[in-house]
């Protein structure tokens, strides 16, 4: 890993600290207007949550590389975080998770059934927070994110298990899965600010790079976290049959393993999984894992040299170094 | 009832029939093209369905009135086509059914967690099929008609078993639920086949009128129907809580009858939901529901008379006897 330390999320949301504001009350007032009876505090549970914000961040930072109107940013960053809040709510319902960041999910409250229709409702209303921009162009790109998102769902947990697989697949399918909604939150914001093709397409490089390196970061802390930090146990993604990056190059390099060779030929045997989450946590492919994500950062960084210099490029600058330091 | 017969389907379809086969074409591609891994004819199952595709013939027809660009209709009734599956296939989950159409659904093949993931995959094509009309204010009729589907399935699952609502509030949920996906199919055949203002305007009242005595129909045959007919047990809707016209009025008019009393007062007894039953089968609020879904049927005939005279018009008016008179 780098030595170079988290930086702080002040400085990264300085440039755009009023926008982001009016994200947070944007979803606050959507959860106090939306009328669906019955539901006392269903809504607000769902939008008006914590969480660091860091998508919905790099739309409005890169559009704050060049003076566009303003509240079309704020708009498409809201529908950036409505989407990412939607695909939480059908991924923790589909994970049988209980909380996520400390709080209890939709699906533990109110059952899978409203989590299932809740999920639908929040995608629905990213989607006309989206048509608001009234730009086809982005809306086309979100609409294909939303597909990719659910490509990479579902093809996450039908490769449930299956150590076998090719370092492309989990590639693409992290990039469906992950930084797919990072490259369109960071295009979009060059889109809608009036920037030039090639600076869009700069974005979009770094969302992508920024996006990877993001997931790679989150399969490392699986391993490399605390049960405290995590708030789920050590190699919870390896002990649910989720394939991730180092059990991949753990996988390729000890293939005769016993217990790596049980799981290969398919057993899902409790402690074959321990045994291997124990010896990835010891092994080098926990560095090697870190280099592939450094490569990743490098190259968001470089996309950046294509944008002009302006505060909001060192606040990207700085989320890179953010998303590969988080401990959570 | 009216003593008018079900029209022959065949004649519905003939204006529009070649383009009709050409969304089923382009259903039957996705399935074949889509890359999802793991899942040895999923997609299929869900997309190549059996079904009368009331909804996509709805914008064909609308869209033959005028001599608009063809291909883009045929997206817009696939996109409509596919946003129906979609629903289908998370009401399946929520509500548990095993067959649809005389099909098991995707959630009881596949179980719950593909249903879920698999629903948003369709919802996000549905959408990528919009974008592709290039036409924004369709996309965002689109967008809107999805989050009122939403709130539609959300405000039935809250309102089960309240059998004290207002008639308007479960107006607005089959408007919602129902009708807003028949009011979108019509309007944007006329957007996109180039339909002056007032007559895009009369499509989509054409749209909501058609839509709502589709549902009333379905609430209806819930009680007329036989078993057989339905695939599902008579007064399934009743027994499962789903608050549905019949019931309403019946309970309007019988709110001291000791069953409909404790249903009120919150009773969910299964021999309590079985005597209303057998009551509201046999009670005059068959009729007045009848009566109901009538006057919808001639609302959608009157804002048919402000298109113009076509074949598709025959069509479109023929369906409006096609709804109220089926048995399934």
Chains 1, 2 share one sequence.
Not at 316 to 323: F, K, M, Q, R, W
Request: hydrophobic residues 40%.
């Amino acid at each position: 890993m780098t030595s170079t330390s988290q930086p702080d999320i002040d400085f990264i949301y300085e440039p755009v600290q009023d926008q982001l504001d009016m994200v947070v009350d944007s979803l606050r007032s959507l959860a106090g207007h939306a009328k669906l009876s019955g539901e006392d505090g269903l809504l607000e549970h769902a939008v008006v949550s914590g969480g660091k914000k860091v998508r919905p961040t790099v739309t409005l930072l890169a559009g704050a590389l060049r003076k566009g109107p303003q509240d079309k940013l704020v708009t498409m960053a809201t529908a950036v975080e409505l989407l990412h809040i939607a695909t939480l709510i059908h991924d923790d319902t589909v994970d049988k998770a209980d909380t996520r960041r400390g709080r209890a999910t939709i699906s533990n409250i109110w059952g899978n059934d409203v989590a299932v229709l809740l999920g639908d409702y929040v995608f629905a209303t990213s989607a006309t927070y989206v048509c608001d921009t009234g730009n086809l162009r982005v809306v086309r790109r979100f609409s294909e994110t939303i597909m990719e998102l659910a490509q990479g769902e579902l093809s996450e947990y039908f490769s449930t298990h299956d150590w076998n697989q090719s370092i492309e697949e989990y590639t693409q399918r992290i990039y469906n899965k992950t930084a797919s909604l990072f490259c369109t939150a960071a295009e979009t914001g060059g889109v809608l600010s009036g920037a030039p093709e090639e600076e869009c397409e700069a974005l979009s490089q770094y969302g992508y790079n920024l996006g990877m390196a993001f997931q790679i970061m989150d399969d490392l802390l699986d391993f490399t976290g605390t049960e405290e930090e995590l708030g789920k146990p050590v190699g919870n993604d390896l002990l649910q049959g989720t394939v991730t990056l180092p059990v991949l190059l753990f996988a390729e390099q000890n293939p005769d393993l016993p217990s790596m060779k049980r799981l290969i030929q398919g057993s899902q045997e409790p402690e074959d999984l321990r045994a291997v989450v124990d010896l990835v946590r010891v092994s080098n492919v926990i560095d090697e894992s870190a280099a592939v994500m450094e490569s990743y950062k490098q190259k968001a960084l470089e996309a950046l040299t294509l944008v002009p210099k302006h505060r909001a490029r060192e606040s990207l600058a700085a989320l890179t170094d953010y998303v590969s330091h988080r401990r959570s």
